[in-house]
């Protein structure tokens, strides 16, 4: 199975600053990398897929970037709504696998 | 709107079964690969089972293969999971997730608001 190594596991930073959460995949998976929000209590929401392409609706301060095994999630100015876990999940071949989550708090 | 929703969870003891059944409305359930997925209490997301439009194509984790069987009825809108000789470590919220697949792309969402099930004697 494709392992996905997530950093960091958590992380704390206030509003408005950048922050980025990576994901390597132990293999090349191209860009079958999407990335995911999970509030407490609530089922995940897809924010990005194909590692780049922002899903509709989500705020653009969401960003994907990377191929092969490196990718980055990047809220370009972090807002008091985005407390929450954030995943991300290989969709390349048919044994899916996610991160290990990234948990981050709004100082 | 697009809707999935999970049902059957609950409490059995170890060895037992459950079945899960997810209730899909707002799109036409039979165009779209379905997946189950689970988070045990406090933990991260673990992929369960996947099926294809037709069910022709099923996929398993190895954690829970040849204990749970994948299902869909696509007359009824519904996807199904049969879980068998349940263990402790099944203990999870189960989460059913439509997978948008494109060439190059695929993806899951929406996702139901999930079903807990504890395995415990």
């Known amino acids: 199975d494709i392992q996905m190594t997530q950093s960091p596991s958590s992380l704390s930073a206030s509003v408005g600053d950048r922050v980025t959460i990576t994901c390597r995949a132990s293999?090349?998976?191209?860009?079958?990398l999407n990335w995911y929000q999970q509030k407490p209590g609530k089922a995940p929401k897809v924010l990005i897929y194909?590692?780049?392409s922002l899903q509709s609706g989500v705020p653009s301060r969401f960003s994907g970037s990377g191929s092969g095994t490196d990718f980055t999630l990047t809220i370009s100015s972090l807002q008091p709504e985005d407390s929450a876990t954030y995943f991300c999940?290989?969709?390349?071949?048919?044994?899916?696998?996610f991160g290990q989550g990234t948990n981050l708090e709004i100082k | 709107q697009v809707q999935l929703v999970e049902s059957g969870g609950g409490l059995v003891k170890p060895g037992g079964s459950l079945r899960l059944s997810c209730a899909a409305s707002?799109?036409?359930?039979?165009?779209?690969?379905m997946n189950w997925i689970r988070q045990a209490p406090g933990k991260g997301l673990e992929w369960v089972s996947y099926?294809?439009?037709?069910?022709?194509?099923?996929y398993y984790a190895d954690s829970v293969k040849g204990r749970f069987t994948i299902s869909r009825d696509n007359a009824k809108n519904s996807l199904y999971l049969q879980m068998n000789s349940l263990r402790a470590e099944d203990t999870a919220i189960y989460y059913c997730a439509r997978e948008t697949h494109t060439t190059g792309r695929n993806w899951f969402d929406p996702w139901g608001q999930g079903t807990l099930v504890t395995v415990s004697s």
């Open positions: 707002g799109f036409t359930f039979s165009d779209y690969y």
């Open positions: 099926i294809s439009t037709t069910g022709a194509t099923i």
């Open positions: 999940l290989q969709t390349y071949n048919n044994r899916y696998t």
């Open positions: 194909a590692a780049s």
């Open positions: 293999q090349s998976i191209t860009t079958y």
